[in-house]
């Protein structure tokens, strides 16, 4: 069965200070490992795809790289506009379901 | 980047009565949708998958005469939430992949409120 672990639960920055979300995963042959942002009473937005180990994405204050095992997601001077749940899913090979974490809900401070 | 939209995006109903919720691809093409409900602090679950021109396939543990589900269209996929009661009550988005990468790409999510 495909397990995504998200840690931590809630992460609380100043403006400015960066930091890192985890996702850890099992899955039966990864199809792709996405990363999504979800504002309260949203529906996810879609940030990043991950395929293989070592791979890495940006985008704008994001950076995504994934392991064998696990994903960051980096997070540069983060402003408050950052502020959002970030989930991780997986897709296991040959196959569009998505497995989701718990997510991480982060707030940044001014 | 794709854009699905849900409809409606809050509705209040009686119990025992009947709800349905849209899922439109405005532009581009799904033979596959997705629906999912997501309680409070917690994370997404997949309910059942959508299949244009065939029927749904349903998640374990969820009750397919309960939730009705047609994709009547490349473009549209209907949820139905039959006889509602308050524990129904939850926030039901959808979604659908897109581009070769087949990232899913979720609609804003409908808020159903059954009293």
């Known amino acids: 069965e495909d397990q995504v672990t998200q840690s931590p639960e809630a992460l609380r920055l100043q403006e400015g200070e960066s930091s890192s979300l985890n996702c850890s995963y099992t899955?039966?042959?990864?199809?792709?490992l996405f990363w999504y942002r979800q504002d309260p009473g949203k529906g996810p937005e879609f940030l990043f795809t991950?395929?293989?180990a070592g791979e890495e994405k940006e985008k704008e204050r994001l950076k995504a790289t994934l392991t064998k095992k696990e994903s960051f997601l980096h997070i540069t001077a983060p402003k408050p506009e950052d502020s959002a749940t970030y989930l991780c899913a997986v897709a296991p090979g040959g196959g569009n379901k998505l497995t989701f974490g718990t997510g991480t809900q982060l707030k940044v401070e001014l | 980047g794709a854009v699905v939209s849900q409809h409606p995006s809050r509705v209040i109903c009686k119990s025992g009565t009947s709800v349905k919720i849209e899922c439109r691809s405005l532009d581009f093409q799904a033979t596959t949708m997705f629906w999912y409900r997501q309680f409070p602090k917690q994370s997404l679950m997949l309910m059942a998958t959508s299949n244009e021109g065939s029927k749904a396939t349903y998640e374990q543990g969820v009750e397919k005469d309960k939730f009705l589900i047609n994709h009547a269209s490349l473009t549209l996929s209907t949820l139905t939430v039959t006889s509602a009661h308050p524990e129904d009550s939850s926030f039901y988005i959808c979604?659908?992949?897109?581009?070769?990468?087949?990232?899913?790409?979720f609609g804003p999510g409908t808020r159903l409120t059954v009293t």
């Open positions: 899955v039966s042959g990864l199809r792709g």
């Open positions: 979604s659908a992949p897109s581009g070769g990468a087949h990232e899913q790409y």
């Open positions: 991950l395929y293989s």
